[in-house]
């Protein structure tokens, strides 16, 4: 009786613990978010580093041309963002004034099938506005971190700058550095493989999203392209949201005919680079089965905002390789593995493997 109330009293402590943890990362999210994203960044860049010291390039000066590197795409990014949502103010009238005639065009085909629709009500629904709004939206969540440029940046620099020396600080502080370290090697590794094979994907999807909209002529091509590279990163459900805008914006342009083609360019590119480029690549390497990803995209993206959605995935991947770290939770990681992933490695097995 006595362990069970122990057990029991443990248990509420821990999950007591979690829910205070959880509200203090949750009120302090402005400081917390900018450190996250810097965090990543920093693992994602960290392969040009290495790759730059094999040809005995100095640490600072690769580090130097990484940062400018990613002011330059920062700039050139914002600029055209800025300029594509000026440019669709300034458009709106014709937008709503094409969209009238769309309208009118649907209403009397339904009516001939005795359906018959307020176009008021229409219109209030299918706004030109709302083709930005999802847009615009997802992109000021963005950009109120990314108005604390300077300190990302910043923070970057010093995290590139102590990586050579945290492996060896770690040996020294904690008490079982091998495990520790062989944890941490396999989190980095896995986190690098997955932010530079999504960011390839992502790219890759962009680029062609970009190409069939500019011949399909439909505007603000290179916007919809930047928000299908963006998006691309939140899983299951950052494609659908990249399509919506865009396809919305075709049928304001040129009705039903382009927007069904651009509708079906966005689920070709998807299905080639998610279900055939992505895991070809990707492998089995995260280990997180498909109900894991969806919930951890609402629960991080909860707790962090456009950040946490972005990062969602290798957070989730960090709870659960320190899940499997410990004999007590490591039950947990096994639920969040993947339906086809082998059963969790023994402790001397995990240890001993080689992360690279």
Not at 231 to 244: D, E, Q, R, W
Not at 287 to 293: E, N, P, R
Request: a neutral charge.
């Amino acid at each position: 009786m006595d362990l069970n109330s122990s057990s029991t009293t443990k248990t509420l402590l821990v999950m007591a613990a979690i829910v205070i943890v959880l509200a203090g990362i949750k009120a302090a999210s402005v400081i917390v978010i900018p450190l996250l994203l810097s965090a990543f960044i920093a693992i994602a860049v960290s392969p040009l580093i290495n790759w730059s010291a094999k040809y005995k390039v100095p640490r600072w000066i690769s580090i130097t041309l990484v940062i400018l590197l990613m002011v330059v795409i920062g700039f050139m990014l914002a600029g055209l963002i800025t300029q594509s949502l000026a440019d669709f103010r300034q458009n709106m009238p014709i937008y709503r004034e094409q969209l009238s005639g769309e309208f009118a065009w649907v209403i009397e085909r339904l009516a001939r099938f005795n359906i018959h629709i307020n176009p008021n009500l229409l219109r209030s629904h299918l706004d030109p506005a709302t083709a930005m709004s999802v847009a615009t939206n997802f992109i000021t969540g963005m950009g109120t971190v990314l108005s604390n440029v300077f300190l990302i940046l910043l923070t970057v620099l010093f995290m590139l700058f102590e990586a050579e020396s945290m492996p060896r600080r770690v040996h020294v502080a904690m008490a079982d550095p091998d495990m520790k370290m062989g944890h941490i090697d396999k989190f980095l590794v896995s986190v690098n493989q997955y932010l530079v094979i999504k960011m390839l994907v992502s790219m890759g999807t962009g680029l062609l999203i970009g190409l069939w909209l500019w011949l399909l002529g439909i505007d603000h091509f290179m916007l919809w392209a930047v928000l299908a590279f963006m998006l691309n990163f939140i899983p299951n459900i950052g494609s659908i949201i990249a399509a919506i805008p865009a396809v919305l914006m075709a049928f304001v342009e040129f009705g039903f005919a382009k927007a069904g083609l651009t509708g079906l360019g966005f689920i070709v590119v998807n299905m080639v680079m998610g279900n055939m480029v992505e895991p070809r690549f990707m492998g089995r390497g995260l280990g997180l089965s498909t109900l894991v990803v969806f919930l951890s995209l609402i629960f991080w993206g909860w707790l962090l905002g456009s950040v946490g959605m972005l990062l969602s995935v290798p957070l989730t991947m960090v709870v659960k390789i320190a899940m499997e770290s410990r004999e007590e939770t490591r039950w947990l990681a096994l639920l969040l593995s993947a339906d086809d992933e082998p059963a969790i490695p023994k402790q001397e097995g995990l240890l001993g493997e080689d992360p690279h």
